[in-house]
């Protein structure tokens, strides 16, 4: 299952159906606070996160690797600001994606991300 976290109804929408329409199962939430509460009942198997939304997404990435350093956690913006990219990845972010993402792209991060849990 993915968990898809963004606080922008239709980016979380658009990635939720893109990803079903690819046979994924989804969960979204609308916030890192609910992503945080659904993952008290299901723990997802890729995390697919906003950064900057309320609750932090660099927070989000931080709780799910020290909880399940196994799970890949793929980090976007569409603000990217200097050092964004960088501080997600050596937070361990499996992948780092500027909005707007084609589904080619948002593909092969999963692929990867998925290959190397």
Known sequence: MVL????NADVRAAFA????????????ARDAYEARRLMRGVWPDLVLSDIRMPGDGMTLLR?????????????MTAFEQPGDRRRALAAGAADF????V??????SALASALRRR
């Open 17 to 28: 159906h893109a990803l079903r329409e690819s046979g994924f199962a989804v969960r979204t």
């Open 4 to 7: 898809v976290a963004d606080d």
């Open 102 to 107: 084609g589904w080619e792209r948002l593909r």
């Open 63 to 75: 709780d799910v690797r020290s909880l399940r350093p196994e799970t890949p956690v793929i980090v």
């Open 97 to 100: 994606l500027v909005k707007p």
